[in-house]
């Protein structure tokens, strides 16, 4: 059969067109600062680089490598983003679509008036870095699970969904919503609940050096205390457990606490107390408390003025 040219021009483009491979999802790498762009892709900030964007877009997933850091303020984010080790996470007035996730041993994440799906922090391991977790008027649209470092959730932060902490170094919540359970278990400095309101039932065992329900103890200093929509269970507390100024729609279960839990007489728990417990008036915090509560800006306002810095002296990221 004879071919013309124009036929054999559409056989050379079709077997052209057939071994091309598939493409591959590209990454924008962010070194530097980034303004009010659209990145239509997956974003990754480079091990030990620090990137600053303001207003920023981004349509695929977020990395931040290990050693670097991510601070954004105005970022509308569709994908998920994910810290590895010491790496750092700083946003604010920032959604992000998808969830977060802190490897083991990452720095740590500040959310600030930011709205993100579930937040998830992986355990310590054989890393030298305990990770933190610090929200203040943040929504979390999804479960909270935390298996490492420092948990606060402050100032009207949300979360639509669990709160569950398991060897964190401790998990405390004030002036904050949980819609569903509370659980943390095996925390080295223990557990603060302060002005909050928790849904679900709540469950604290095997905590070390307290559990405080409200204003009066010595963790740390709050102004009130709170409401809990169903029981809550404290047990095998060492260092002592407080319950204060506290609503409770269920029951108090205290078992096996050392030293016996002290519950004051101005609490209204609708099913009653059982364990055992000592009746009496408490007073608010200590100063070792308002040490408790300074350590989350000192140890995020670090981290984050370094990142910027860097971030301005590495220049515009071209994004």
Same mark, same amino acid.
């Given at each position: 059969?004879?071919?013309?040219?124009?036929?054999?021009?559409?056989?050379?483009?079709?077997?052209?067109?057939?071994?091309?491979p598939?493409?591959?999802?590209?990454?924008?790498?962010?070194v530097?600062t980034?303004?009010?762009?659209t990145?239509?892709?997956?974003? @990754?900030?480079?091990?030990?680089?620090?990137?600053a964007?303001?207003?920023t877009?981004?349509?695929?997933?977020?990395?931040?490598?290990?050693?670097?850091? @991510?601070?954004?303020?105005?970022?509308?984010? !569709?994908?998920?983003?994910?810290?590895?080790?010491?790496?750092?996470?700083?946003?604010s007035?920032?959604?992000?679509?998808?969830?977060i996730?802190?490897?083991?041993?990452?720095?740590?994440?500040?959310?600030?008036?930011?709205?993100?799906?579930?937040?998830?922090?992986?355990?310590?391991?054989?890393?030298?870095?305990?990770?933190?977790?610090?929200? %203040?008027?943040? *929504?979390? %649209?999804?479960?909270?699970?935390?298996?490492?470092g420092?948990?606060?959730?402050?100032?009207?932060?949300?979360?639509?969904?669990?709160?569950?902490?398991?060897?964190?170094?401790?998990?405390?919540?004030?002036?904050?919503?949980?819609?569903?359970?509370?659980?943390?278990?095996n925390?080295?400095?223990? !557990?603060?609940?302060?002005?909050?309101?928790?849904?679900?039932?709540?469950?604290?065992?095997?905590?070390l050096?307290?559990?405080?329900?409200g204003?009066?103890?010595?963790l740390?200093?709050?102004?009130?205390?709170g409401? +809990?929509?169903?029981?809550?269970?404290?047990?095998?507390t060492?260092?002592g457990? +407080?319950?204060?100024?506290?609503?409770?729609d269920?029951?108090?279960?205290? *078992?096996?606490?050392?030293?016996?839990?002290?519950?004051?007489?101005?609490?209204?728990?609708?099913?009653?107390?059982?364990?055992?417990?000592?009746?009496?008036? @408490?007073?608010?915090?200590?100063?070792?408390?308002?040490?408790?509560?300074?350590?989350?800006d000192r140890?995020?306002?670090?981290?984050?003025?370094?990142?910027?810095?860097?971030?301005?002296a590495?220049?515009?990221?071209?994004l």
């Open positions: 059969m004879r071919r013309t040219a124009a036929t054999l021009t559409v056989v050379v483009l079709t077997a052209l067109v057939n071994v091309q598939a493409r591959a999802g590209l990454v924008t790498h962010c530097g980034g303004g009010a762009v990145v239509p892709n997956d974003l @990754l900030v480079p091990a030990g680089e620090s990137c964007l303001t207003g877009t981004v349509t695929g997933n977020i990395s931040v490598a290990a050693g670097a850091n @991510l601070v954004v303020t105005g970022g509308r984010f !569709s994908g998920d983003i994910h810290v590895a080790a010491d790496g750092y996470l700083d946003a007035d920032t959604t992000v679509a998808g969830g996730e802190l490897a083991s041993g990452a720095y740590g994440a500040f959310l600030r008036d930011a709205r993100s799906g579930a937040v998830t922090v992986r355990a310590k391991g054989s890393t030298t870095i305990d990770s933190f977790l610090f929200t %203040e008027g943040a *929504t979390i %649209e999804g479960n909270v699970t935390a298996s490492a420092e948990v606060r959730l402050d100032k009207t932060t949300q979360v639509t969904g669990n709160l569950s902490s398991s060897g964190t170094y401790y998990t405390d919540v004030h002036d904050s919503f949980v819609d569903g359970t509370l659980s943390v278990l925390s080295a400095t223990g !557990s603060v609940v302060c002005g909050s309101a928790v849904r679900g039932r709540a469950t604290f065992a095997g905590n050096q307290g559990v405080q329900i204003p009066g103890g010595l740390d200093s709050c102004a009130s205390g409401y +809990w929509g169903r029981d809550i269970d404290i047990t095998n060492a260092g457990v +407080w319950v204060d100024d506290t609503i409770i269920g029951r108090l279960t205290l *078992t096996a606490n050392d030293p016996v839990a002290r519950v004051a007489t101005n609490n209204r728990i609708r099913g009653g107390i059982t364990g055992d417990h000592t009746a009496t008036a @408490l007073r608010t915090g200590s100063a070792a408390g308002e040490h408790r509560s300074a350590r989350k140890r995020a306002e670090s981290r984050r003025s370094a990142a910027a810095r860097e971030a301005r590495a220049g515009d990221a071209r």
